[in-house]
Structures are given as C-alpha cells and as structure tokens.
C-alpha cells in the first residue's frame, strides 16, 4: 500500500513532543516509543466525538505487540501513529506491559469493538459511514447487518480493498463525493494505517479508522473468540488454535520481540 506519509516533516523527537503537547485532555503511557491514550472504551468514543465537533479531519490506530513491533523497524509506521489523533490498546499485551513499566492503562480498547460503538453512536447522531476494505462479500455482509441492526444508520458508501496504489487518489475521491462523516478501513496492517494517513485529507471524512478484520468478523465470515477469551485478553490463542500453521511463527517471533522492546524500555528508565 502507499508508504509515503504527507502529514509533516518533522524530525522524530520533534514529532514525540508535538503528540504529548497537542493531547492535554488524554494521558497517554508510552509503550517503545509510541504513546498509547489512558483511556476506557467509552472514553475513546467520547474522545471521537471532540474530535469529530472540533472540524476538520482525524484519525485514530488501535495498536497490539505486533503492531508496536512493526512500528520500531518501520519509520513510516512510526510517524503514523505518531501524528494519530488516538492510539489505544488493541492488545492484551500492551495494556500488560503500560502496567509493568508503571503506567497502567485502565483497558484495552479493541478496534473491533471500538468500530461498533462508534457505529451505534453515528446512527444516533445522524452520521454517515463510509466502509472500505476486506472481500466484496465481506464488506457488503457487513453493512447488510449493521443496517439490520441500526435502523436509521446512514452508509454513505462501500467497496473492497482491492486495488493498486495508483488507484487510491480515485477511491479517496470516491469516498469525498460520498460525504461520509466516519470512515472505516480493513485493509491489514500497516496497510491501512498508512493508507489512511496518505490520503485522509482526500476522503473528506472527519474521523477514519482501521479496523483490521472487524469485517470479516461482524459479517459472520470469520468466528470471533468467546466472550471469557476476549475478557482475558486471549484471542491471540483462539486465533492461534484455529490457524497454528500460519501463526505460530509470527506469534513467537513477534511476542518475542515486543518482549525484548519492553526490556529495553525498562532497562533505559531504570538505568
């Protein structure tokens, strides 16, 4: 996907005292270098809403181990959830490691249940959506169900995430003319988040998310883990269980080099 990101130039250092200095109302704990919002579930939907009442356009990244991970070898990634209106803790794991370097994150904010709210909350304010991402049966089960569920949900648009680079000025022209006040992208990570941050101001919506695989998930394609799972922060292992194959490998590896990222953090305060 596009790896150039538009929103600034400034050096990193620069870029880490801007984020802190432009989020007064949020605490964030700082997880390997990328600074994570304190915040409940519902308070990162209340957040949105300042920043959707605030003009202008956003975007928000919910971020698990692998995620971190990626960001510390790939600068672009970085910057991107550097410039992030909102980052919160998709995974367990980092709302575990906030505690053990004595931050605390009071939850985990998952972006599939973050996609939810904030689509229950647009059919009540009267807000438009915009779905981008995933296989056509995907998306399009997808908004079938929401628009089941929510009577009075506007969807200003959908389509799938196939399509090349050079198509993404067109689909983020396509995304403008819809009028859409909320976006939702399922493109894969860091795809989506680096799509996203290339061409929000092309979109014209006033918050943008990345939601990974919600839609496989909320259109009954995929099986998400049991309620206890989820409340136990191990849907990593459900996902495990069902594909030890493909991701046994990217778990251990991944898992290990958050945990030496967090090590380094702890070495460096206390050192």
Same mark, same amino acid.
């Given at each position: 996907?596009?790896?150039?990101?538009?929103? +600034?130039?400034?050096? @990193?250092?620069?870029?880490?005292?801007?984020?802190?200095?432009?989020?007064?109302?949020?605490?964030?704990?700082?997880?390997?270098?990328?600074? *994570?919002?304190?915040?409940?579930?519902?308070?990162?939907?209340?957040?949105?809403?300042?920043?959707?009442?605030?003009?202008?356009?956003? #975007? +928000?990244?919910?971020?698990?181990?692998?995620?971190? *991970?990626?960001? =510390?070898?790939?600068?672009?990634?970085?910057?991107?959830?550097?410039?992030?209106?909102?980052?919160?803790?998709?995974?367990?794991?980092?709302?575990?490691?906030?505690?053990?370097? &004595? +931050? !605390?994150?009071?939850?985990?904010?998952?972006?599939?249940?973050?996609?939810?709210? $904030?689509?229950?909350?647009?059919? /009540?304010?009267?807000?438009?959506? #915009?779905?981008?991402?995933?296989?056509?049966?995907?998306?399009? &089960?997808?908004?079938?169900?929401?628009?089941?569920?929510?009577?009075?949900?506007?969807?200003? !648009? #959908?389509?799938?995430? #196939?399509?090349?680079? =050079?198509?993404?000025?067109?689909?983020?022209?396509?995304? @403008?003319?819809?009028?859409?006040?909320?976006?939702?992208?399922?493109?894969?990570? %860091?795809?989506?988040?680096?799509?996203?941050?290339?061409? $929000?101001?092309?979109? +014209?919506?006033?918050?943008?998310?990345?939601?990974? !695989?919600?839609?496989?998930?909320? /259109?009954?394609?995929?099986? @998400?883990? %049991?309620?206890?799972?989820?409340?136990? &922060?191990?849907?990593?292992?459900?996902?495990?269980? @069902?594909?030890?194959?493909?991701?046994?490998?990217?778990?251990?590896?991944?898992? $290990?080099?958050?945990?030496?990222?967090?090590?380094?953090?702890?070495?460096?305060?206390?050192?």
């Amino acid at each position: 996907m596009i790896s150039n990101v538009t929103r +600034g130039s400034e050096p @990193r250092e620069e870029l880490l005292e801007r984020s802190a200095a432009e989020s007064p109302r949020v605490s964030v704990s700082w997880i390997a270098a990328i600074p *994570v919002a304190n915040l409940t579930e519902d308070e990162t939907v209340d957040a949105i809403d300042r920043l959707i009442r605030e003009g202008g356009s956003h #975007y +928000g990244v919910v971020v698990n181990a692998a995620k971190v *991970v990626t960001a =510390n070898q790939n600068e672009s990634l970085k910057r991107v959830l550097l410039e992030a209106d909102l980052v919160t803790a998709d995974g367990m794991s980092v709302v575990w490691a906030s505690r053990l370097l &004595g +931050g !605390g994150l009071k939850e985990r904010v998952t972006g599939i249940d973050l996609f939810q709210q $904030l689509v229950e909350r647009a059919a /009540s304010r009267g807000l438009s959506v #915009y779905l981008l991402g995933a296989r056509d049966e995907s998306v399009l &089960g997808t908004v079938e169900r929401l628009k089941a569920r929510h009577a009075k949900l506007r969807v200003a !648009g #959908y389509r799938n995430g #196939y399509f090349d680079d =050079n198509e993404s000025e067109s689909v983020a022209g396509e995304i @403008r003319r819809s009028a859409a006040d909320l976006l939702f992208v399922a493109m894969g990570s %860091p795809g989506q988040e680096l799509w996203i941050a290339s061409n $929000l101001s092309r979109t +014209g919506v006033r918050f943008a998310l990345g939601v990974g !695989g919600s839609f496989d998930h909320v /259109s009954g394609l995929a099986v @998400r883990a %049991p309620r206890w799972m989820q409340h136990l &922060g191990l849907e990593w292992l459900h996902r495990l269980l @069902r594909e030890p194959r493909r991701l046994w490998k990217r778990y251990l590896v991944g898992n $290990l080099k958050f945990i030496w990222l967090i090590a380094k953090q702890l070495v460096s305060r206390n050192g």
